[in-house]
């Protein structure tokens, strides 16, 4: 079984910054392209960065040049900082990833973790 759990989510003032983290464990083979979402009240999830197993990054258009996403391959964990955060960057912050299981050895699917709330407040 594989699971991804996000942390790091709270409460913070416009112009702060978070770090958030998601962390894969459980049976994995080997972890493909890691990603960011996020989905505010009445609005479809969007994508937030997007990373690859190499560390090549790309950013939705909000925000390019506040965020930055990495990961830690020998630890399965991805992160994404968050500086200059604004009202509207509220939302779910989701964790996806592209995984090869153990179990399922030839074959990727996809995870998805529970989600963090952020918060920014004007």
């Known amino acids: 079984q594989v699971r991804l759990v996000e942390s790091g989510g709270g409460l913070v003032q416009a112009g702060g910054s978070l770090r958030l983290s998601c962390a894969a464990s459980?049976?994995?083979?080997?972890?493909?392209?890691m990603a960011w979402y996020r989905q505010a009240p009445g609005k479809q999830r969007e994508l937030v960065a997007h990373i690859t197993s190499g560390g090549t990054t790309n950013y939705g258009d909000p925000v390019q040049g506040r965020f930055a996403a990495s990961r830690d391959n020998a630890k399965n964990t991805l992160y994404l900082q968050m500086n200059s955060l604004k009202p509207e960057d509220t939302a779910v912050y989701y964790c996806?990833?592209?995984?090869?299981?153990?179990?399922?050895?030839?074959?990727?699917?996809?995870?998805w973790g529970q989600g963090t709330q952020v918060t920014v407040s004007s």
């Open positions: 996806n990833a592209r995984i090869r299981s153990r179990a399922t050895i030839t074959s990727e699917n996809t995870y």
């Open positions: 459980g049976s994995i083979f080997s972890i493909n392209t």
